[in-house]
């Protein structure tokens, strides 16, 4: 296996004094995948080291991000203009507020990250676009973010909301308990709202592989929890999860023409409608 460069690199405009360039963020790694331009050498090296072992690592990104088209559409059908996006990495194409534009909805978007290049970035993207902000926050206390007064700005727990965290509980400890996490937000939520959920998962993954993974992701400071089926399912306590159920995220209602094929590495995705 080859090395990753320890040099640090200059920080470009973009980063803000707070960013340590040695340290790979799984948020720039995510924004390389998706063919973004705010990472640094160590993310791409890392990145392409792990496409190197895994050839479907970077692909994965494509198909969670759609996914998240998906799913947006799917909110949006059903009436819900309100969304709560926890965990919304750096902002690359297809963010929510794009897909609720193309969409022509009149809706209200509010990201929040613990990543500062994440949050920068969207800030600057959606200054001109009074009905979605960014904030800065922690996901393991969903309770103090619902109550940050830039999301009650914008968003009236009165009513339904889409809570999105994709691509985000696995990297959540058990220690954090994501289960409790999720459920102290729930009881904010309006009957109707929605739960999406995509995760990594340790299902099907060959065992050596699998920890030879969860052991790279370590070089990060959100190493993978990987979970299982059952494990994942169960964090949709107190909602009635939509047809498919939770399945491999290329899977989840497909587009005509769109590309079904899944592995392993593919996150599995669902949503879940809270109970009234």
């Known amino acids: 296996m080859s090395e990753i460069s320890d040099t640090p690199p200059l920080l470009p405009d973009w980063a803000s004094d707070d960013i340590d360039p040695t340290v790979p963020s799984i948020a720039r790694i995510y924004d390389y995948a998706l063919g973004g331009s705010h990472n640094f050498k160590i993310d791409r090296e890392l990145a392409e080291l792990g496409r190197s072992q895994w050839p479907h690592s970077l692909r994965s990104a494509w198909t969670n991000r759609a996914f998240l088209r ?8 059903h009436g819900i203009s309100q969304f709560l996006d926890v965990g919304s990495g750096i902002p690359t194409a297809g963010n929510v507020h794009e897909i609720l534009a193309d969409l022509e909805v009149d809706a209200r978007v509010v990201y929040t990250d613990i990543d500062p290049v994440a949050v920068v970035m969207s800030r600057r993207i959606l200054a001109d676009i009074p009905w979605a902000t960014a904030i800065r926050g922690d996901a393991r206390d969903l309770d103090a ?7 009650h700005r914008l968003l009236d727990f009165d009513r339904p909301v889409a809570l999105l965290l994709v691509a985000l509980l696995h990297y959540i400890p058990d220690s954090a308990d994501p289960h409790a996490m999720i459920a102290t937000l729930r009881d904010r939520l309006a009957p109707g709202s929605v739960l999406v959920i995509s995760h990594m998962t340790s299902a099907d993954w060959p065992a050596q592989e699998l920890a030879d ?8 400071p959100t190493p993978l929890i990987m979970r299982t089926l059952d494990e ?13 159920g939770l399945v491999r995220v290329p899977l989840w ?10 592995t392993y590495f593919d996150t599995v995705g669902a949503i879940g409608v809270k109970k009234g």
């Open 145 to 151: 973010l619902a109550a940050e007064p830039e999301v």
């Open 213 to 220: 993974m969860v052991e790279m992701s370590k070089q990060t």
């Open 232 to 244: 994942i399912a169960a964090l949709f306590d107190g909602f009635d999860v939509v047809e498919p």
């Open 70 to 77: 998906r799913a947006v559409s799917y909110c949006a059908e």
């Open 253 to 262: 209602r497909p587009d005509h023409g769109e590309e079904t094929t899944a």
